[in-house]
T-cell receptor
Framework: NAGVTQTPKFQVLKTGQSMTLQCAQD?????MSWYRQDPGMGLRLIHYSVGAGITDQGEVPNGYNVSRSTTEDFPLRLLSAAPSQTSVYFC?????????????FGPGTRLLVL | AQKITQTQPGMFVQEKEAVTLDCTYDTSDPSYGLFWYKQPSSGEMIFLIY??????QNATEGRYSLNFQKARKSANLVISASQLGDSAMYFC???????????FGAGTRLFVKA
């Protein structure tokens, strides 16, 4: 059971380049989300999805797009990378929203935008 | 608005001693859940413990316990008998029951000394 997987682990981009961060889970979880982690700020929600075909914005959505065509996959797209998007990105999934349904996190993608 | 505050950027504890990591929260919703996660230097997010707002007893999971004081809106994590492997970043998080958005505190870095 792989859980939540993310690729790539590390990425360096130049300003203006585009890329897609991949996230997949094999636990048949309906709920998936993307966070970014910056020093001293904890994790902040970028976008989330409550099921295939349904996405919504989180706390810091600007500069990012998402789609959810399958239950398993939830890619995050940077259309035109900016240095402010240098961060560690975590994908997470959960089965439901009942009280103690915790999120399971992927290993993270470290992104550097020059 | 919901908010999580962790006032201790860093903490030191001697091996085998107990340590308390502070977390205060703010929400207007009566039903919510509180989570603690551990992030070791390897970067992954590990779920530790959960406390529901209507739970009558403080949550415990092995060496982890949650000191939940609802009236004071605090949910402190207590780690008993600290081990060197407990050295990590610890995040407090909250989610309103039935809601999706989880908010995180800025984290506390714990250093366990031999």
């Amino acid at each position: 059971n792989a859980g939540v997987t993310q690729t790539p682990k590390f990425q360096v981009l130049k300003t203006g380049q585009s890329m897609t961060l991949q996230c997949a889970q094999d636990m048949n979880h309906e709920y998936m989300s993307w966070y970014r982690q910056d020093p001293g700020m904890g994790l902040r929600l970028i976008h989330y999805s409550v099921g295939a075909g349904i996405t919504d914005q989180g706390e810091v959505p600007n500069g990012y797009n998402v789609s959810r065509s399958t239950t398993e996959d939830f890619p995050l797209r940077l259309l035109s990378a900016a240095p402010s998007q240098t961060s560690v990105y975590f994908c997470a999934s959960s089965y439901g929203l009942a009280g103690q349904e915790t999120q399971y996190f992927g290993p993270g993608t470290r992104l550097l935008v020059l | 608005a919901q908010k999580i505050t962790q006032t201790q950027p860093g903490m030191f504890v001697q091996e085998k001693e107990a340590v308390t990591l502070d977390c205060t929260y703010d929400t207007s919703d009566p039903s919510y859940g509180l989570f603690w996660y551990k992030q070791p230097s390897s970067g992954e997010m590990i779920f530790l413990i959960y406390q529901g707002s209507y739970d009558q007893q403080n949550a415990t999971e092995g060496r982890y316990s949650l000191n939940f004081q609802k009236a004071r809106k605090s949910a402190n994590l207590v780690i008993s008998a600290s081990q060197l492997g407990d050295s990590a970043m610890y995040f407090c998080a909250m989610r309103n029951t039935g809601g999706f958005k989880t908010i995180f505190g800025a984290g506390t870095r714990l250093f366990v000394k031999a």
